[in-house]
């Protein structure tokens, strides 16, 4: 009896192990399975979400800045009754970002097509800020910033920020592939709340390849 004993309970506990290993099987190849594949989900959509870029974000933080400065321009400008639009000083601005650019390796025709954009954007919000003004019959600004003493030194930093950016991720910014991914990375610009369509403006030559 004692050895009949012994055979049944070996035969339990191998019961139990087999039945076990098949459960274990079971799940490994449904619900364990997905449970195991998730994370690797949710690691692929970040890198789809851009989180592979964020090399970009001090271009976009130039970007950025830089559009925010239009607000202390358009002010600079009403105080002197000028114009918004000044070709002269446009002129100049883009044929100094053309050279450094270039002393950098950087093609000629996109440093242009990215610095016309942020002037054209930077217009758009002077423009706008005009408009607002005129309608509230606005008088003078008394924090209106010095154009040459302050607002050109802080454009002339962000202008080399932009070109050091667009050298070194050259690669990037100009691959077909990446697109959407450089229009995710540097799509979040707090300027957007004061002008979407500057915005835009500003990021456009990023959004296609030049």
């Given at each position: 009896m004692k050895t009949g004993a012994k055979i049944l309970h070996a035969n339990?506990?191998?019961?139990y192990r087999t039945g076990l290993?098949?459960?274990?099987?079971?799940l490994l190849t449904s619900g364990g399975a997905g449970a195991q594949d998730k994370p690797v989900e949710r690691l692929d959509h970040a890198?789809?979400?851009?989180?592979?870029?964020?090399?970009?974000?001090?271009?976009?933080l130039a970007i950025d800045q830089r559009l925010l400065l239009a607000q202390g321009v358009a002010r600079?400008?009403?105080?002197?009754?000028?114009?918004?639009?000044?070709?002269?000083?446009?002129?100049?601005?883009?044929?100094?970002?053309?050279?450094?650019?270039?002393a950098l390796g950087l093609?000629?025709?996109?440093?242009?097509a990215v610095f016309r954009a942020?002037?054209?954007?930077?217009?758009?919000?002077?423009?706008e800020l005009f408009a607002q003004w005129r309608a509230q019959q606005v008088d003078r600004?008394?924090?209106?910033?010095?154009?040459?003493?302050?607002?050109?030194?802080?454009?002339?930093?962000?202008t080399a920020q932009i070109l050091r950016s667009m050298l070194d991720n050259q690669s990037v910014l100009r691959d077909p592939?990446?697109?959407?991914?450089?229009?995710r990375a540097l799509g979040a610009l707090e300027a957007r709340t004061l002008s979407p369509a500057a915005a835009e403006q500003a990021l456009a030559p990023f959004q296609s390849q030049q």
């Amino acid at each position: 009896m004692k050895t009949g004993a012994k055979i049944l309970h070996a035969n339990t506990r191998l019961g139990y192990r087999t039945g076990l290993a098949a459960l274990l099987l079971v799940l490994l190849t449904s619900g364990g399975a997905g449970a195991q594949d998730k994370p690797v989900e949710r690691l692929d959509h970040a890198v789809a979400r851009g989180g592979n870029l964020a090399q970009l974000e001090p271009l976009r933080l130039a970007i950025d800045q830089r559009l925010l400065l239009a607000q202390g321009v358009a002010r600079a400008k009403w105080n002197a009754r000028a114009q918004v639009e000044d070709l002269p000083r446009e002129a100049q601005v883009i044929r100094a970002a053309v050279e450094q650019g270039a002393a950098l390796g950087l093609p000629a025709s996109w440093i242009e097509a990215v610095f016309r954009a942020q002037i054209e954007a930077s217009k758009t919000v002077q423009r706008e800020l005009f408009a607002q003004w005129r309608a509230q019959q606005v008088d003078r600004f008394a924090d209106a910033p010095d154009l040459a003493k302050t607002v050109r030194p802080e454009l002339d930093r962000l202008t080399a920020q932009i070109l050091r950016s667009m050298l070194d991720n050259q690669s990037v910014l100009r691959d077909p592939a990446r697109t959407s991914g450089v229009a995710r990375a540097l799509g979040a610009l707090e300027a957007r709340t004061l002008s979407p369509a500057a915005a835009e403006q500003a990021l456009a030559p990023f959004q296609s390849q030049q």
